[in-house]
C-alpha cells in the first residue's frame, strides 16, 4: 500500500520534478564513477576528432592542414575546437546524466509513474553509456540530441524535433539515411508530423552539404567515412579480441569508394560466407564489449543485456508505443544487417529499449491502450489525440 501510495504520488508536478533531480544525480554520480577507470585514447575514432578540433584552431579549416574535406561530421569536432577537451568531457557528463530524467519523462507519458522510474533508473545506472561520457566519442552526446527530438515530437512539436535529429545528423553521419526514410510513416495519416520532423532535419543539414558541393566539390549530405569500409569490413571474418590490425591489413590503404566496390564484390563471389559472417557480427551489436570491467563480471553483463533485449521486445508488444519509441531501434536493428558492428552502434537505442521493457511491468493502466496518455503517443500529429506533456 505504502508504494502503490508513493507510486500515485509520483504522477504529480512537484513529485515529478523533485524525481527528475534525483534521477540526474544518480545518473551523474554513477557517470563520475566511471572516471577513476583509464580511458583508452586510442579507441574508436577519438584520435580523429581530436585532430579534426585541432586542425580547426589552427587553420580555421575543416580538414587537413589548409586543405578542407568531409571525411566526418563536423558537430563533434566544431565543439571540441570551442570548449576544448575537458569542456566536452563537462558537456558530456551533464548530457549524459540528463538521460535519465529525459527517459523518465518519454516514458512517463505512455506508463504509471512507478515503470517510468524504472525506465529513468535504468538510464542512469547503465554502465556503458556511462562510460562513454569518459571518451571523446559522440555517442552520448547524439543519444541525448535523439531522444530529446523523439520526446518533442511525442508532446507534438516536430519543428524542435527536427531541429534535435539535425544536430544529432551532424554528430553522426548515420541518422541521414533514417531521415530519408521516416517519411514513409506518413503514409499513416495520423503519423504525418514525421515528413515534417524529417524535412526540419533536413534543413538544419542543408548548410553543411552545400559547404561540402561548393568547398570540396562532392555532393556529401553529411561525411563520406564509414559507408564503404562499413560495408567492407562487415565481410570479413575477425580476429577477436582485437580485430583492427587484421582489418588495417585487408583494407590496404584502400578509401571508401574502393572499399565500398570490394565488400559488394566479396558479396556476390561468397554470399554464403557473408552470411554466416554477418551472423557473427550482428550479435556483437547488442554485446557490451566490456573492455572496462573485470573479465569475472562479463557473463552477468553478457546476460543483462540479453534480459534487456528480450524484455524490450515483449514490452513493446505490450505497451503498443507509437514510432517516436520503436523507430530508431527499429531502423538501427535493420541498417546493421548488412554493415560492420560494433557495441557502441547501439547505445543510442539504449533510452527506448529500457522504455520498452519496463512497459513490461508497468502496473495496471500502463499499456497503449489503457493509459491516459497513449493516445498522443501512438497517433502523433492527430487531431483527436489529446496533447500532454510531462
Given at each position: 500500500m505504502v508504494w502503490r501510495d508513493a507510486a500515485l504520488n509520483l504522477g504529480s508536478k512537484p513529485m515529478r520534478a523533485?524525481?527528475?533531480i534525483g534521477l540526474f544525480v544518480i545518473a551523474l554520480i554513477f557517470r563520475l564513477?566511471?572516471?577513476?577507470?583509464p580511458a583508452n585514447r586510442d579507441a574508436g575514432d577519438q584520435s580523429q576528432y581530436l585532430e579534426l578540433a585541432q586542425n580547426l584552431r589552427t587553420y580555421g579549416v575543416f580538414g587537413t592542414g589548409d586543405v578542407p574535406r568531409a571525411h566526418r561530421p563536423p558537430l563533434y569536432p566544431a565543439i571540441l575546437a570551442v570548449i576544448g577537451p575537458t569542456g566536452v568531457q563537462v558537456l558530456q557528463m551533464a548530457a549524459g546524466s540528463a538521460l535519465a530524467p529525459l527517459t523518465f519523462a518519454i516514458a512517463s507519458l505512455l506508463m504509471p509513474p512507478a515503470g517510468a522510474l524504472s525506465a529513468g533508473l535504468a538510464m542512469a545506472l547503465a554502465p556503458m553509456s556511462s562510460r562513454y561520457c569518459t571518451l571523446y566519442m559522440t555517442e552520448t552526446l547524439f543519444t541525448f540530441l535523439l531522444a530529446l527530438g523523439m520526446f518533442f515530437w511525442m508532446i507534438r512539436k516536430p519543428v524542435a524535433g527536427g531541429i534535435c535529429?539535425?544536430?544529432?545528423?551532424l554528430l553522426r553521419a548515420v541518422l541521414f539515411p533514417f531521415l530519408l526514410v521516416l517519411p514513409l510513416l506518413a503514409l499513416r495519416r495520423a503519423w504525418r508530423s514525421a515528413v515534417i520532423v524529417s524535412v526540419t532535419a533536413i534543413a538544419v543539414i542543408a548548410p553543411w552539404t552545400l559547404r561540402d558541393y561548393f568547398v570540396v566539390h562532392h555532393f556529401v549530405p553529411v561525411a563520406s567515412a564509414g559507408w564503404g569500409s562499413n560495408l567492407f569490413q562487415g565481410t570479413l571474418d575477425v580476429p577477436r579480441p582485437d580485430p583492427w590490425p587484421f582489418i588495417m591489413r585487408e583494407r590496404a590503404g584502400d578509401m571508401e569508394e574502393a572499399l565500398l566496390?570490394?565488400?559488394?564484390?566479396?558479396?556476390?563471389?561468397?554470399?554464403?560466407?557473408?552470411?554466416?559472417?554477418?551472423a557473427k557480427q550482428y550479435l556483437l551489436l547488442y554485446i557490451d564489449d566490456s573492455d572496462y570491467i573485470r573479465a569475472s563480471w562479463k557473463p552477468f553483463f553478457?546476460?543483462?543485456?540479453?534480459?534487456?533485449?528480450?524484455?524490450?521486445?515483449?514490452?513493446?508488444?505490450?505497451?503498443?508505443?507509437?514510432?517516436?519509441?520503436?523507430?530508431f531501434p527499429a531502423f538501427l536493428a535493420v541498417s546493421q544487417l548488412p554493415m560492420w558492428t560494433e557495441a557502441r552502434y547501439s547505445l543510442p537505442a539504449v533510452p527506448f529499449l529500457v522504455i520498452m521493457a519496463a512497459g513490461l511491468f508497468a502496473g495496471p493502466g500502463g499499456s497503449?491502450?489503457?493509459?491516459?496518455?497513449s493516445s498522443s503517443i501512438e497517433l502523433p500529429g492527430s487531431e483527436t489525440a489529446p496533447a500532454r506533456a510531462t
Open positions: 523533485r524525481t527528475s564513477s566511471m572516471l577513476v577507470i535529429f539535425g544536430l544529432a545528423t566496390k570490394r565488400g559488394v564484390q566479396r558479396i556476390r563471389e561468397n554470399p554464403g560466407r557473408w552470411l554466416v559472417v554477418r553478457l546476460a543483462g543485456n540479453i534480459a534487456l533485449l528480450v524484455l524490450a521486445v515483449l514490452g513493446a508488444w505490450r505497451l503498443r508505443p507509437g514510432p517516436p519509441v520503436w523507430v497503449a491502450q489503457s493509459h491516459e496518455a
